[in-house]
């Protein structure tokens, strides 16, 4: 099982990045996917979620408007597009799949905005 994520690196305030994360090793369509992020001295944060049969998606208040998290099940990737980002969105970003009690994590991509 792995989740690769890519895609980050440093931006400037209100630029925008696209995240990738790339699962292989499991029925990817079966699981509810979720991006998290953590900045340093804080706790690990949902940030937007899109679910396995639905593609029902939820965000965090805080990115709301600006993040659009997306699923192509024939690639096995997620997506999360961020615009309009800000100091604050710094962080490291984590995706997760979830299937009941089954959970997988990525080894993270950092995102720092700053000018």
């Known amino acids: 099982v792995q989740l690769v994520e890519s895609g980050g690196g440093l931006v400037q305030p209100g630029g925008s990045l696209r995240l990738s994360c790339a699962a292989s090793?499991?029925?990817?369509?079966?699981?509810?996917m979720t991006w998290y992020r953590q900045a340093p001295g804080k706790e690990r944060e949902l940030v937007a979620g899109?679910?396995?049969?639905?593609?029902?998606?939820n965000y965090a208040d805080s990115v709301k408007g600006r993040f659009t998290i997306s699923r192509d099940n024939a690639e096995n990737t997620v997506y999360l597009q961020m615009d309009s980002l800000k100091p604050e969105d710094t962080a490291v970003y984590y995706c997760?799949?979830?299937?009941?009690?089954?959970?997988?994590w990525g080894q993270g991509t950092q995102v720092t905005v700053s000018s």
């Open positions: 997760n799949a979830r299937r009941g009690f089954l959970g997988y």
């Open positions: 090793g499991f029925t990817f369509s079966g699981y509810d």
């Open positions: 899109i679910t396995s049969r639905s593609g029902s998606t």
